[in-house]
């Protein structure tokens, strides 16, 4: 269906940054929304951000006023900026992106990209 592609995770100090992209290809009509997930050992997976096709934007608690997610709708990119870096902000973070396929945009489907590692330690 559609292919994404994550970079951006690596090793960071506490109070450091990190900017995590997510970019997509293939038969694409249409772009609903794109969004970030995280999952931590031993935790569920947490929803971390959200971005719509009408720009809105939905944050978790956790991450408010620390994280900002913005898109480029002509590169199908969305990417994830992370300041003031916590341990507890660790895990494997997963970009997730709904969309609907050339020639017949009527149904909506999802993707996952592989995960990319973000570990916050000194």
């Known amino acids: 269906q559609v292919q994404l592609v994550e970079s951006g995770g690596g090793l960071v100090q506490p109070g450091g940054s990190l900017r995590l992209s997510c970019s997509a290809s293939?038969?694409?009509?249409?772009?609903?929304?794109m969004g970030w997930y995280r999952r931590a050992p031993g935790k569920e997976r947490e929803l971390v951000a959200v971005?719509?096709?009408?720009?809105?934007?939905n944050y978790a608690n956790s991450v408010k006023g620390r994280f900002t997610i913005s898109r480029d709708n002509a590169k199908n990119t969305v990417y994830l900026q992370m300041n003031s870096l916590k341990p507890e902000d660790s895990a494997v973070y997963y970009c997730?992106?709904?969309?609907?396929?050339?020639?017949?945009?009527?149904?909506?489907?999802?993707?996952w990209g592989q995960g990319t590692q973000v570990t916050v330690s000194s």
């Open positions: 997730n992106v709904y969309y609907t396929l050339k020639p017949e945009p009527r149904q909506v489907f999802g993707s």
């Open positions: 293939g038969n694409i009509f249409r772009i609903n929304a």
């Open positions: 971005i719509t096709s009408g720009a809105d934007t």
